[in-house]
């Protein structure tokens, strides 16, 4: 086990809590933020929280792991329809080391042309 999400959730919330005690308009924003996106209307739980996980790769958040991954499961998520938005995110990742590897090569180019 990489990292023990049901034990590391529990913490992270309670650090979460901490910092809205000292910085609650920030967390008043975050909560608006997260409660707008729950609303939508036209995706379903499970595609939310799949899109979630596959985001929260693309961002490096272990946070955002661990709490989408406990509400892919609760939205009845497959296993395989984890592995599937995973390799989503993979091939996107790919993609901007792409993107931004032509970017550099440009700059280089700019800087030493």
């Not at 529990?10 to 910092?19: F, R, T």
């Amino acid at each position: 086990m990489l990292i023990d999400t049901r034990d590391y959730t529990p913490k992270l919330l309670e650090a979460v809590g901490q910092l809205g005690e000292a910085a609650p308009a920030t967390l008043a924003g975050y909560k608006a933020l997260d409660g707008a996106a729950a609303k939508g209307g036209h995706l379903d739980a499970k595609t939310r929280e799949l899109i979630a996980l596959a985001v929260a790769v693309t961002t490096r958040c272990d946070g955002c792991i661990a709490v989408h991954s406990a509400a892919a499961v609760k939205a009845g998520a497959s296993r395989d329809e984890v592995a599937e938005a995973l390799s989503v995110a993979i091939a996107l990742n790919a993609g901007a080391a792409l993107v931004y590897s032509a970017r550099a090569l440009d700059a280089f180019g700019q800087q030493s042309g």
